[in-house]
């Protein structure tokens, strides 16, 4: 089965065309290489994928042409205990210290556009 579609069927890609744009940007290695998405892959095989900020290395234990629900996908893969450990690290992180700014929602008030003028009119 070719790794691209493997990826879009175990739901870790919303299309093919994305699993294909992250393998081709190296974000998805096969047993440590970086590879094409036409790839044959077998169960057995371990991938180390990078999605946005994630990190996932996982251990593939069956195939699947058709894209399943969620809790049928993940019986295609096993996710490695250090990969679980890291991301729970990592999730852990991001709560204890937020990106700046992540706490803005929506359209700055009429108040906040002046400022903001003021600031880059005053350069």
């Given at each position: 089965?070719?790794?691209?579609?493997?990826?879009w069927?175990?739901?870790?890609?919303?299309?093919?065309?994305?699993?294909?744009?992250?393998?081709?940007?190296?974000?998805?290695?096969?047993?440590?290489?970086?590879?094409?998405?036409?790839?044959?892959?077998?169960?057995?095989d371990?991938?180390?994928?990078?999605?946005?900020?994630?990190?996932w290395?996982?251990?593939?234990?069956?195939?699947?042409?058709?894209?399943?629900?969620?809790?049928?996908a993940?019986?295609?893969?096993?996710?490695?205990?250090?990969?679980?450990?890291?991301?729970?690290?990592?999730k852990?992180?991001?709560?204890?210290?937020?990106?700046?700014?992540?706490?803005?929602?929506?359209?700055?008030?009429?108040?906040?556009?002046?400022?903001?003028?003021?600031?880059?009119?005053?350069?």
């Amino acid at each position: 089965m070719r790794i691209d579609k493997w990826l879009w069927a175990a739901r870790f890609f919303k299309t093919r065309s994305l699993a294909s744009q992250a393998i081709e940007g190296g974000h998805v290695k096969l047993n440590g290489h970086a590879i094409k998405p036409a790839r044959e892959l077998r169960p057995g095989d371990t991938l180390e994928i990078a999605v946005g900020d994630v990190q996932w290395t996982v251990r593939v234990r069956g195939l699947n042409e058709q894209r399943r629900p969620a809790p049928e996908a993940q019986q295609l893969y096993e996710e490695t205990r250090e990969s679980i450990e890291r991301r729970a690290a990592e999730k852990e992180a991001r709560q204890l210290a937020p990106v700046p700014g992540s706490d803005l929602r929506g359209r700055p008030t009429k108040k906040a556009r002046r400022l903001i003028r003021g600031f880059s009119e005053g350069f």
